[in-house]
């Protein structure tokens, strides 16, 4: 049995990416180029090499772009797209997406940030919770351009803090990957935009969210900043 068996896999890539213009420009943030290869690439082959045959990217911004530059596989896995007809946010994203998902669990991913976690384990540790929604979070030394995650006993999360003006505070993150039931999903209204970072985990925190710590090396290429980190990140 694969530790994917009964998941669906999927990538959060409708994001406009605002702040990377400057520097990627005409094309959508998901294929901003790492090292002469789509960043979007990267997270593909992660999934690949943890055991994933498919994933579904959800697409928003420039979605027909993705498509074509990737088309329906990479490597060993087979790919499939679910572009919103409107901007819905993560939440509503993976809302609109789970239409077209047959399994009772999502992973889901976000698509401009990458860590170096074992997803497998991931996986299996999650199916050894009876929880609904988990999280893989990350220790990092400065917290404040982030927010951070309070954990309690067991990895559960406690709290979402804001991000704050004070630098070198360390802490957990929110390292952008997530496993939830479909049922959870299910329930966000389906034409309304929805975040999952900001509305729908906050939400599942006094029902019950985990949080999976990772030591893996982390990165997003949601600034000019960390975009030019990022290709010393992968080389």
């Not at 074509?68 to 572009?83: C, D, E």
């Not at 049922?183 to 985990?201: A, N, T, Y």
Request: proline share 3%.
């Amino acid at each position: 049995m694969s530790d994917f068996d009964n998941i669906d896999v999927t990538i959060l890539a409708g994001g406009l990416g605002t702040r990377l213009r400057k520097v990627v420009s005409e094309k959508p943030k998901a294929l901003a180029d790492i090292n002469g290869r789509p960043f979007i690439c990267y997270l593909l082959g992660q999934l690949g090499l943890a055991g994933a045959s498919s994933v579904t990217l959800c697409t928003g911004y420039m979605g027909e772009g993705i498509e074509a530059r990737l088309g329906t596989r990479y490597g060993r896995v087979s790919i499939f797209y679910s572009q919103e007809p409107e901007p819905l946010g993560t939440g509503g994203a993976l809302r609109y997406a789970a239409q077209k998902l047959s399994n009772d669990w999502i992973l889901a991913i976000n698509g401009d940030s990458f860590l170096d976690a074992n997803l497998a384990e991931y996986a299996s540790w999650h199916r050894e919770k009876d929880i609904l929604a988990s999280m893989i979070v990350v220790p990092v030394k400065d917290v404040s351009r982030y927010g951070s995650v309070k954990l309690g006993c067991g990895g559960k999360v406690l709290a979402f803090r804001e991000k704050i003006s004070k630098v070198n505070v360390s802490g957990y993150v929110n390292a952008g990957i997530y496993l939830i039931h479909k049922s959870v999903i299910q329930g966000l209204d389906f034409k309304q935009p929805c975040s999952l970072e900001h509305e729908l985990l906050p939400a599942q925190v006094e029902i019950g969210l985990y949080g999976f710590v990772s030591k893996g090396r982390f990165i997003d290429i949601g600034t000019e900043e960390s975009y030019r980190d990022a290709q010393a990140f992968f080389r």
